[in-house]
């Protein structure tokens, strides 16, 4: 799939842009036009399948956004469930929060790249709303909320992931991640890979959602794109929270995060636990270094129920993907090779098979994209500067 050239204008963002790339006067008045003129920029709106709404059809779908239908609330704004009175069709409908940190070229980006992107493991955009100054996209409602509500927090009589649920979670993750980077042309760089944007549909099938800062990889000889620093603190890679200096193996690391939290039931940044812990990957890197050591990450809410031999190669990913070091990081093609063996392997209490699998703390991953730019090591402490 080639869809560089729609894109191609969203690459560099001034500061006037942080907010929006039109004042807001102008968006009360012709909003729909600058949208449209900015869909059809170079071209590409006739690939657009995303159904434009009005906002009253929205806010009926809503029940005029009414408090019994809000989902949930993140940095883009409030998201309810709805119905859509002209298809009968249940929906996600996120609302851009005209005063909050992400603006109309995070939506611009959104609808373009879920226009043009389509995987199992990427969310579905039904359509939006660019009506007044309102700012609403449309998804698939996903049943299950997000990884975060099934591994976080939860209430006594909430259900816990088993281990065969959390290796086909991990799995799907990354095979949405593997299609960004190595299907899509130009790559795409996700940018915002945490637990609270994978959403889960039926059978805890998972699927990326939330792409508004999602920008186009290097092509060519290039090794990284330069941006402003954007993502979750916890999750960004070290190199890039540092130089803002953007690659592929940036989500990588970010995967890492995720699948630390599958497998140990932590917070990518926890404050509440003991000193020395509040950083997932701080607690995980010593433990790292001693397969001794492997059980104690284990979730305890897995009350011992996974394959020992399992544990350790899922651990082994993670601890790749966690690299300091850009380039000692694997691909996201050979990590969902490996996550596919184990999530394969399905563990039935007492009868935990053997696995093999190629990945080990400190193995050198085999690499396709050797241009990746070497970068200096930062502590983890300097991994939040700049971010949102």
Not at 65 to 76: I, N, P, Q, V, Y
Not at 209 to 220: E, I, M, Q, R, T
Not at 294 to 315: C, E, I, K, V, W
Not at 358 to 365: I, K, L, R, S, V
């Amino acid at each position: 799939m080639s869809w560089f050239p729609c894109t191609g204008k969203t690459k560099k963002k001034s500061k006037s842009q942080k907010q929006s790339s039109h004042p807001p006067e102008k968006l009360k008045s012709n909003s729909s036009f600058v949208v449209k003129k900015e869909i059809q920029k170079d071209g590409c709106d006739h690939h657009i399948a995303a159904q434009t709404f009005t906002f009253r059809e929205l806010a009926a779908a809503t029940k005029n956004f009414r408090a019994d239908c809000l989902l949930g609330e993140g940095g883009f704004g409030r998201v309810y469930k709805g119905r859509l009175e002209s298809t009968n069709q249940i929906v996600a409908i996120k609302q851009l929060d005209r005063n909050g940190l992400q603006g109309n070229r995070e939506f611009l980006v959104e609808v373009l790249m879920l226009s043009l992107l389509h995987h199992p493991n990427l969310v579905n955009l039904t359509g939006y709303c660019a009506d007044g100054d309102q700012r609403l996209l449309v998804y698939e409602f996903m049943p299950l909320g997000s990884l975060e509500d099934h591994l976080h927090d939860l209430p006594p009589d909430k259900k816990r992931l088993d281990w065969n649920t959390r290796m086909k979670i991990a799995v799907g993750a990354a095979k949405g991640l593997e299609y960004l980077h190595d299907k899509a042309n130009p790559p795409v760089i996700y940018r915002d890979l945490k637990c609270s944007n994978i959403l889960l549909g039926e059978g805890y099938h998972p699927k990326l959602s939330d792409f508004g800062l999602a920008k186009l990889g290097p092509v060519g000889d290039k090794t990284h794109v330069s941006t402003r620093v954007m993502g979750t603190y916890g999750y960004c890679a070290p190199e890039y929270a540092m130089t803002g200096q953007l690659t592929l193996k940036s989500d990588v690391y970010s995967f890492g995060i995720v699948l630390l939290e599958i497998i140990t039931g932590r917070k990518a940044i926890d404050n509440s636990r003991a000193t020395g812990e509040h950083n997932l990957v701080a607690w995980a890197r010593p433990l790292f270094k001693d397969r001794r050591k492997f059980s104690q990450m284990a979730d305890p809410m897995l009350q011992g129920q996974y394959p020992t031999r399992g544990l350790y190669q899922a651990l082994a990913v993670a601890a790749m993907c966690v690299q300091e070091q850009p380039t000692m990081r694997p691909l996201i093609a050979d990590v969902v090779t490996a996550l596919t063996y184990l999530a394969s392997q399905k563990y039935e209490h007492e009868s935990q098979p053997v696995q093999r699998s190629g990945f080990a703390p400190g193995t050198p991953p085999r690499t396709r994209r050797d241009s990746d730019k070497k970068y200096s090591s930062r502590s983890e402490k300097d991994q939040g500067r700049g971010l949102n």
